[in-house]
């Protein structure tokens, strides 16, 4: 038995205008990954002493031309919740429409909160850093949100994936959460495999949001 993606009670039954903001909103979850991914990926290739397989793109918020990426972590975070608010919107009622939109939009509060308290230095990035004593707050503060929210997003692919059942979405959505979630453990592996791996559990999260989210863009005047 299948479970429809979008409830009975369409919000684009009668009124063309919550079609559209619903619309909108979830487009900002096709727009999320690649914005992230291209801002990182810009200041990755261009600032000095980065290193793609050494330093995840977080820390990529310290130095004088910190403040892109910690822009970069906020507004994408703000459009994760964007798109949080769209799919509880289209969803609402039906199977998964409170804790699956939920779960997105924690995760992209997570992803401002880690905006907000920023990782360390590590060595090599910036240049003049050797190592530090001890981590900061901000440091410990930004890896606690970054794994609340990775917990989150996982839980939510599981979540939403109950609408797919029995459809081959539903078992993408579950690998997808099961590979984020294992790619946040292998960052502590450290430098090298752990780093790439880690760097492919977002790319394939946020493919996942934005696939995810076109299926439903395509479902919401129906």
Request: charge should be positive.
């Amino acid at each position: 038995m299948t479970h429809a993606i979008w409830t009975p009670r369409t919000i684009g039954t009668n009124c063309e205008l919550p079609v559209r903001i619903t619309r909108s909103l979830l487009g900002y979850g096709v727009l999320a990954g690649p914005f992230y991914v291209i801002v990182s990926v810009v200041q990755g290739l261009t600032r000095s002493g980065f290193d793609f397989t050494r330093h995840p793109w977080s820390v990529l918020a310290n130095g004088d031309l910190g403040w892109i990426q910690t822009t970069n972590l906020i507004l994408t975070g703000l459009m994760v919740l964007a798109a949080a608010v769209g799919m509880r919107q289209l969803l609402k009622g039906g199977v998964g429409g409170t804790w699956g939109p939920g779960l997105i939009g924690a995760f992209g509060l997570s992803m401002v909160a880690s905006g907000i308290f920023p990782a360390d230095p590590v060595p090599g990035f910036p240049s003049d850093i050797v190592n530090l004593a001890m981590p900061t707050m901000a440091n410990t503060l930004h890896f606690a949100f970054g794994a609340i929210g990775f917990v989150c997003f996982a839980i939510a692919t599981f979540v939403i994936a109950r609408r797919f059942a029995g459809l081959g979405w539903a078992t993408y959505s579950r690998i997808t959460g099961v590979a984020f979630l294992l790619s946040f453990g292998a960052m502590a592996a450290g430098p090298g495999v752990g780093i790439l791996i880690f760097t492919a559990g977002v790319l394939a999260a946020f493919t996942w949001l934005a696939t995810t989210s076109v299926r439903f863009y395509r479902g919401a005047d129906r």
